[in-house]
């Protein structure tokens, strides 16, 4: 597991982010390090504290069997998703846009074009707040087509 973030926890993160108040401050990627080793002691776990850019995408994350994207920012988004593209690797994408808030959550669809699978309503920007209940519902639906795609690989 390769997880890539440049941030710190902030208060701001608990109500939809599976973190402590006692990791507020801490960098994510640490924190994240920690909560893992208590799920699943001895996992392989490799984390970098940096802001991912065109340069290193390829770099960081060039020999994973699956990249999951969860990226706040719509910039960060688009330059993950093309650096992938470019990379030519055949490799799934999966990656979430415009799911904050609440509510609609009917609207989400799985859209699949080649080896990027977009999760999202791709009616409107949703723009009333990072708020769980949609997040957690994309999150979950990138773990489950993760599964998904390893298992088809295994067999």
Same mark, same amino acid.
């Given at each position: 597991?390769?997880? *890539?973030?440049?941030?710190?926890? +902030?208060? +701001? ?13 801490? #960098? &994510? ?14 996992? &392989?776990?490799?984390?970098? !504290? *940096?802001?991912?850019? +065109? ?10 069997? *699956? ?5 706040? &920012?719509?910039?960060? !988004? ?10 030519? =690797? =055949?490799? #799934? ?11 609609? $959550?009917? &609207?989400? !669809?799985? !859209? ?6 977009? $999760? ?12 769980? #209940?949609?997040?957690?519902? *994309? ?7 993760? $599964? ?8």
């Amino acid at each position: 597991l390769i997880v *890539v973030d440049y941030d710190d926890v +902030e208060i +701001e993160n608990l109500n939809r982010q599976h973190f402590f108040l006692e990791h507020v401050g801490m #960098p &994510k990627v640490e924190a994240l390090g920690e909560i893992i080793n208590r799920i699943v002691p001895g996992m &392989k776990y490799v984390s970098s !504290k *940096v802001r991912l850019n +065109e340069e290193n995408i390829g770099e960081i994350f060039g020999e994973v069997d *699956v990249l999951v994207e969860a990226l706040d &920012k719509a910039y960060y !988004k688009a330059v993950l998703i093309d650096s992938w593209v470019a990379l030519k =690797n =055949n490799r #799934p994408l999966i990656a979430v846009s415009g799911v904050a808030g609440y509510g609609k $959550i009917d &609207k989400i !669809k799985v !859209k699949r074009m080649g080896n990027l699978t977009m $999760i999202g309503d791709f009616e409107s920007n949703q723009c009333d707040g990072m708020m769980a #209940p949609r997040i957690t519902l *994309v999150a979950s639906m990138q773990a489950a087509l993760t $599964i998904e795609y390893l298992m088809e690989q295994s067999t």
